[in-house]
């Protein structure tokens, strides 16, 4: 059973838009939330967190959101740009479990 | 480059087979963790060694085990291979804290192809 999920397996935003990614969760009980990218051929790195005692972090053009009482948090890309092009995982859990998304795979056209 | 090194790239055997994954840590970090991703799926956390020692356990099936030796590298030994069990083996390494909450830092994954 997918404790995360997150809905749209593929995205295509226009260069300078903004990208937003989803995802969606399942255990109230999860405390930090984590995105990370991932290039073909390359393992996952780490994009940015949030705890569950926000409801927003911000990194330079990335931005993340949770609603906790919807069990949902998304990533926000702006501007977007070519070489953000990538899959996109979101991941959620606590302590030293976490569980992550199958993925939405990100093209921003140039 | 992550710093996390994983061997071989790739590996291509039998059903029936076994076969053994090895991963390097970053220089200081003291966890490993074991993430499968099969075709059109997400990561699916395995297991995490602190230490040397088993820290938590995900699903990771019967014929699958891992451990983490004193220079803190990592092995993942998977047996009684099944085609089910093609898919990329990610490790990944996070900070002297030993919880999930440091960020994790991954390798580059190997691809394993079951026949």
């Known amino acids: 059973d997918q404790q995360v999920k997150q809905n749209s397996p593929s995205l295509s935003v226009q260069e300078g838009r903004i990208s937003i990614l989803n995802c969606d969760y399942t255990?109230?009980?999860?405390?930090?939330f984590l995105w990370y990218k991932k290039y073909p051929a390359e393992g996952p790195t780490f994009l940015i967190s949030?705890?569950?005692?926000?409801d927003k972090n911000e990194d330079g053009r990335f931005t993340v959101f949770l609603n906790k009482s919807a069990k949902h948090l998304s990533l926000h890309i702006v501007p977007s740009q070519p070489g953000d092009s990538a899959v996109y995982f979101c991941a959620a859990g606590s302590g030293n479990q976490f569980y992550f998304g199958t993925g939405t795979s990100l093209t921003v056209i140039p | 480059d992550s710093g996390v090194t994983q061997t071989p790239k790739h590996l291509i055997t039998a059903t029936g087979q076994r076969v053994t994954l090895r991963c390097s840590p970053r220089?200081?970090?003291?966890?490993v963790y074991w993430y499968q991703q099969s075709l059109d799926q997400g990561l699916q956390f395995l297991i995490q060694?602190?230490?040397?020692?088993?820290?938590a356990k995900g699903n990771i099936l019967e014929r699958f085990s891992a451990q983490q030796f004193p220079d803190l590298h990592s092995e993942l030994n998977l047996s009684s291979l099944e085609l089910g069990d093609s898919a990329l083996y990610f490790c990944a390494s996070s900070g002297p804290s030993g919880g999930s909450y440091n960020e994790q830092f991954f390798g580059p994954g190997t691809r394993l192809t079951v026949l």
């Open positions: 060694y602190y230490n040397g020692e088993e820290r």
């Open positions: 255990n109230s009980m999860f405390d930090y």
């Open positions: 220089s200081g970090d003291l966890s």
């Open positions: 949030i705890s569950s005692i926000k």
